[in-house]
């Protein structure tokens, strides 16, 4: 092949992407060249497929039915039973509507006779009659008797029919919702738990491009629209369809022409619904993403509020959230006026086939083909059926919403990953021997396909051997450690393991015959025990301790007041990096793996717990395959093999002896860490081992009597926590806030409010008023032909216009509540979030404060206080301004029928409130189980690569479970309640029409009710009203549920940082110098009151000095930061800056003058520039020259340039898509772009490689100067040159001294140098 046909296009070695960006240049040399050309990019886009495979995904909206996947074919049954009681309930009110026909024909045929009387004297035996039934010759005597007799036993008998229907109604509105509401909690349920599982099942590559909060989102918030799409809301909308249909359908059965000339308008009605439903359902979906993305970016900033507090960045990610929010309000705005216009227009529709009715029906009975019992009894039918379409269009929305959430996580259900820890296939060998071979592995990440991270690497790892990987940070280390785990897979080449290839291996047997510590250990919200025994299933408490003792835990472990059974917190947030380091060490060792891969398993330990630990690591990897990465040279000296990689290639490969000898990137490595023997005297060798000797012993003594003494862990359990949590909720149900509180939070729209009350008045009054102009229709109908043709133009006319008085109400009243209520959804957000961001740092040490509680109850307190406002306020606003019209109308057409009803309203709230009490009890244990539920979730979701390295999936799946069966057991229970609340619910208004209508009679009969039209006004005037009291008690639910989630938002709101809303905290600290002083520093973490860590400290820090901590892990000097950062307050004693208590100095301002970087750097989602922008206070004033210049300072500044991307590469989230050196550096970049007076260095090079440790340590150097640095490092050889070296031990400072003055001392700390096999400067 020629030059041209070998270049870089064909090695590979280059970006991917030059598939698509090769020129000609490659083209004009040879046509065989541009046959080869042709092929090498047929070969690229192969490899292009095989690394973007590992990662596709993508999904489309589903159909309603596809969530019945997941329905067992009881659920189906019970679903299919509960439809087709719901199509009978729908069946039952076009029926009565045949009664109403029948009882209106009854009352007009009566009335039509009224229409021939003449003024004649009462006949005998009538006391006071009607004057309708005096007949002017017609009716005399007996023969009245008789009539009133026959027209009274009729309507009797029409009333025993509604009672008939009511008594049908009451079992099949049981059923209904019963059946229901079982198959939907069992079908979210299964979907929930199937869903979870399916998340944990995905590949590495694909969560490297998810979010944790935003999936946290899908499984919460998603399933909850899943849950109302398959809820008894659906069965109500069937109940309605099937209303509609009957209702037509006896329509069409008692006048085709009457029904024909109505139904002209439903192509309207079906093009509004279609409407409401296509863009509902679209900008459901774009709001439900960017709820997920704001969740996302909450979850973030939670879980790394350290990093976020240390550099006063709370107000960049509130506007990041308020963005999110600014959308989604608009976007919710929108689908509100389209779902209010669209209704509008289907009542507009609706009350226009009514003007067609009672313009039509009169020419009909004129022209003698009806009668009026007969256009009654189809205009009843016709109304019922309308009406009902009207209020199916609710769960119509309940259903589009279903389908947008039901998307994704069927998608995820659906998608098998490449890499799949449930498959069960695969080879399970017998024996393990621990052989490992990389054959020419090239490999590129599927989130960065134009870097390409391995090439052609190949080495063997024998049974038994220690094969070291060292290199600068990001050629390649962690890669193949990942490879080994079948994190990835190779995209060309092998891993084989006994000489098969490992992805032919059962992936689950495979990682559990490997034991793995990562350089940045993840602890999970358990026990210390519990943690320890993730690492072996079923692990018994002697082989807990046992592996606690090899990884030198259990001494501090044992001081603890609850010793093993202690608590860690979130992320293990209780504990110090070397402690939770151990505990990850003794995890892995618990499992006795036939493979260990230690990947900086000692970077987090002190000197002396670091050499017992490496002692410890040596004796668990004799017999093991083990692959060791590694910085701190000195820990792999005695592997059998190291090897060198740089820049995804291996550059050397050897023995410690034989490297060292070759005199290359190896033995350059170990020059700069100095590890050649010390030059002193045998005689101060020995003395300085048997100082170290006695100083192990001593420190031993004191951890286990002075920490059994004094320091008794007091972290109260998360498990406790939660169920107290409970009980308070329990207990603050009777004290919940009212309406009025929950409309106070609505307060500032108070003028958006006023206008929705007057849009529902407009729609409320329409429906009473509809009943005077019905009561008027029946009186026209009793006129002469003529006049009953004219009069009934008008009264159509003016149902008409009814109709358009309705149709613009409920679009107004839409807009109104919506642009209300998405302002309260964004004001709570935010102001929740923002409450949260002003928290003091103990808050977040608060096992109920963890970031998956935070996050579940910020998502979801203020969607349900929306839910109990905003648009939800449109049925109580009609009911009340409804109930007033129709009492008013009522009582004035005839206060005794007016009472009777009146006093059946409180039967119809009944069931309300019942609902509504039951739902409070159930919202106040859901609201906990969706915080256990959602920090399990995080927990999971954001640590999966633990999780999927030590086969946890089942563990957790198993533990979610148990949180949610208990839930979803009472559901099942309540669904018999509601069931029964609903049947009496539906019931009424058969039972009270029955009851109406007998009194009616009565009244008539005795003369107490003169025209009998007004009877119908007075009936329908209050039902409609009370009806509407009625649908508003579907409500209370929801309010129940917001008065808790209020209870928690107010909660939240009036909590006051205790150092944050300091009164003293008002002096600008911008012009000091930086002198710091620790004046008998005494302190307890207030999570852990009986454990002191600092006891009596004193130091004092001059301006541009360097002062070094040191001291085995846990001993205080990452607390000393916290206390300079004022993260936490001095239990006695004062930290002071140039004389002045910290205490005196605005948080944000002492802060500003301050720059940290931490011993597990956290970035942010975003680009490179943007993480290291973040260090100014105001990063969007970030020039790319200030961005270079801290890069170049870092030493990171090569990497970048070298990404395809530059400084707009995504790191990912927390930063997953570099090594944990190069997100150091970037870190170490951030603190350099503040420019502070005051530098902290909380074990700042602990993840970089040697080199590039060198490099930054003099960059570092550099920008100390004239600055004040407290530094805190295990490697000792990175503080030699400081200006005071400070040993602590046991809340104290031990010895001070410059380098030389300690070890000439031959303390503590010269036994640490000794250990590190330090020169003398």
Known sequence: MSEAGSSDSFTRKQSLKRVHSKGGTNRIDLKD????????????????????????????????????????????????????????????RPMSAILFGNITGQFTNVTVSSTHTASTPSPAGIINPSPWLTSGGLLVGDSIDSALQQWENDMIENCVKLSILGAISVVCGYFQVTLVTMAGQNIVHRLKQKSFKAVLRQNTAWFDQQQSGQLQNRLVEDLEKVRLGVSDKIALSVQNLASFVSGISIGFYYSWKLAAVICSLLPLMAMAGSATSYFVSGRQSKEQKNYAEASGIAEETISSMRTVAAFCKQPYHLEKYAEKLRVTKLIGIKKSIFFGVSLGSVYVVMFGSYALAFWYGPRLIADGELNATEMMTAFFSILTGAMSIGNAFPGLND???????????????????????????????????GKISFRDIDFWYPTRPDVQVLKKVSFDVNQGETVALVGHSGCGKSTCVSMVQRFYNPTEGEVTLDGINVKSMNIQWLRRQIGLVSQEPVLFGYTIAENIQFGKEGATREEVEEAAKMANAHEFIVGFEKGYDTDVGERGTQLSGGQKQRIAIARALIRNPSILL????????????EKVVQDALNKASKGRTTIVIAHRLSTIKNATKIIAFDSGEIKEEGDHDSLMALDGVYAGLVRKQNLRSMETTEDEKNQA????????????????????????????????????LIDNEVEEVSKKPGFGALMKLNAPEWYWIILAIIAATMVSGSFPTFAIYFGEMIAVLSEPTDQMVDDAVFWSCMFLVLGGTIGIGFALEMLFLSISGENLTERLRYTVFESILEQDIEYFDRPDNSTGALTAKLSKDASLIQGATGVRL?????????????LTIAFYFGWQLALLILAAVPLIMFTGTVQGKISTGYQVQDSSNTQKGGKLIVESISNIRTVHAFGLERQFIDDFNAIIDPLHKKDIKLSHVYGVTNGLGFSLQYFIYAAAFRLATELIVNGKLEEPADAFKVIFALLFAAFGVGQSTAFLPDFAKAQVAAQNISTQLGLQPVIGGDSRSTKDARGLKGNIKFDNIHFFYPERKNQKILNGLSLEVKSGQKVALVGYSGCGKSTLMQLVMRFYDPTMGRVTIDGEDIRNFDTTSIRSIMAIVSQEPTLFQGSIFDNIAYGLEDSTTATHAQVQKAAEQANVAKFINELPEGYETQVGEKGVQLSGGQKQRLAIARALMRQPKILLLDEATS???????????????????GRTCLVIAHRLSTIQGCDQIAVVDFGKIQELGTHDQLLAQRGIYAALCNQQNLQKK
């Open 598 to 609: 230690l990947d900086e398993a000692t970077s987090a330990l002190d000197t002396e717990s």
């Open 689 to 724: 081992m048997a100082h170290s000797a006695a100083y192990n012993r001593q420190n031993s003594y004191k951890t286990s009597q002075k920490l059994g003494r004094i320091s008794r862990m007091s972290v109260t359990s998360v498990r406790s926590d939660e169920e107290a």
């Open 33 to 92: 060249d541009e046959e080869n050309l042709i092929d090498s990019e047929s070969d690229d886009s192969e490899l292009l497929r095989k690394v973007n495979e590992e990662a596709e995904f993508s999904y489309e909206k589903q159909s309603y039915f596809a969530v019945f996947q997941f329905a067992t074919t009881w659920d189906v049954i019970m679903f299919a039973l509960g439809m087709a009681c719901s199509i009978i309930q729908g069946v039952l």
């Open 874 to 886: 449109k049925s109580v606003f009609e009911a009340m301004a409804g109930m007033v019209i129709g």
């Open 1247 to 1265: 993840a970089l490689d040697t080199q590039s440790e060198k490099l930054v340590q003099e960059a570092l150097d550099r920008a100390q100067e």
């Open 399 to 433: 259903i589009a919403m279903c389908k947008g959430a039901a998307a994704f996580l069927i998608a995820v259900n659906k998608r098998k990953p490449p890499i799949d820890c449930f498959d069960e296939s695969g080879l399970t060998p017998s024996s393990v021997k």
